[in-house]
């Protein structure tokens, strides 16, 4: 009969420590889950963040190239009272249309009643 208590005793002890240490295995699981989502939600927070400091630097970019243009055409026509000067012509223009322009730049050097356009012509020196 003492021997069968030791038995139960050592049984119900075994059970109980089994039983402590599966409760102590699932808190402590519950844990680490519950960290990384912790974790998760820190690292999207912290992307989110990067995402707008980097938009911010976009505008802020945008703004200082605009501001810079705006003002580099500001120098470029303040001695014209702010008017843009366009010829219209580029890199694969054709001759015809190069002599066009040529043409209409000489009409705000001669004098006539009737002129059919007029280009500034912008000297550089």
Known sequence: MKKMQKVLLISGI???????????????????????????????????????RER???????????????AELEAKTAIYDGIEFETGLDEDSTETEVMDVMHKMTHQKVRSQDKWGAIPCLLRL
Do not use: P
């Not at 911010?56 to 705006?70: G, H, L, M, S, T």
């Open 14 to 52: 075994f059970v109980v420590a089994l039983f402590g240490l599966g409760i102590a295995f699932f808190k402590i699981m519950e844990n680490s889950n519950e960290y990384e989502k912790a974790q998760l939600e820190i690292e999207v927070r912290e992307t989110k963040e990067q995402i707008e």
């Open 56 to 70: 911010e630097d976009v505008k802020i970019k945008a703004q200082r190239e605009a501001k810079a243009k705006a």
